[in-house]
């Protein structure tokens, strides 16, 4: 996978030991990593961050004064994958909720490493081919020639007919396809504003903060509870009142 060759790393612990072990670790197992940097405090983490974007942080949780979550808690905007490394077995749940790609307990093993770094590069991977996709389409916006879209799940991506797609709605950062013909929404783990552009010229309206819709497949507009629409699958989308004046415009 040629995105491996290309990835670069942090690594944040207060154990001087544990930084030279899981760095040695990489060297031998991983050496397709470039280690940028470390640290043994979140103070100079995010000194080092500052200046550096990096593609992975392996992160202690448990240190002296401070866990690895003080340092992410201050990363709002960070775009790397978080790997935590740690002795401790019960912040799993946090773990989640910080959207940890992996979570590995200390003594690390080899063939976990691995599991975990390559799970980086599959991310990535999806991702590029999902960037490629919509710059074909910001190039493609003029005469409307690209007729698919590239949607990458959990499983898979899915390279879907533009004029099938029902309908687009947003839960936080992840956004839910609804596919005519389809039961299930294809959910991406991108926000709807990132569609919203590269869609409007097919004919899709964001209607509502939560949902982007595609016109042709309006079926009806109800006027009752504040206003929404029937979509050709049956689905009902709410309206907001300052956005109404955009089904006039249709």
């Not at 799970?119 to 490629?132: D, M, T």
């Not at 903060?209 to 507009?221: A, C, E, P």
């Amino acid at each position: 996978m040629a995105f491996m060759n290309n990835l670069c790393c942090f690594i944040l612990d207060d154990e001087q030991n544990a930084v030279e072990t899981l760095s040695q670790l990489l060297g031998n197992y991983c050496p397709y990593l470039t280690i940028t940097g470390s640290a043994n405090s979140v103070k100079q983490a995010l000194e080092f961050l500052a200046d550096h974007v990096v593609d992975i942080l392996f992160l202690d949780i448990k240190m002296q004064q401070e866990t690895g979550f003080d340092l992410l808690k201050q990363l709002p905007e960070h775009k790397a994958h978080v790997i935590f490394v740690t002795a401790h077995d019960e912040y799993g749940i946090q773990a989640i909720k910080f959207s940890a790609t992996d979570y590995l307990l200390k003594p690390v093993m080899p063939e976990e490493l691995i599991a975990a770094v390559h799970k980086v590069g599959q991310q990535k991977s999806s991702q590029a081919e999902q960037l490629a996709m919509l710059l074909q389409s910001y190039r493609h916006q003029r005469d409307n020639t690209q007729k698919r879209i590239a949607l990458p799940d959990q499983h898979e991506i899915r390279y879907v007919l533009i004029e099938n797609i029902v309908c687009c709605g947003a839960d936080n950062t992840y956004t839910s396809f609804y596919i005519n013909g389809e039961n299930k929404p294809i959910v991406v783990s991108k926000p709807i504003s990132e569609y919203e552009q590269v869609l409007s010229v097919y004919g899709f309206i964001r209607i509502h903060q939560s949902w982007l819709i595609n016109s042709t497949h309006i079926d009806s507009f109800k006027k009752a509870d504040g206003g929404y629409l029937i979509m050709a699958n049956r689905m009902s989308i709410p309206v907001s009142r300052q956005r109404k004046h955009l089904l006039k415009e249709l």
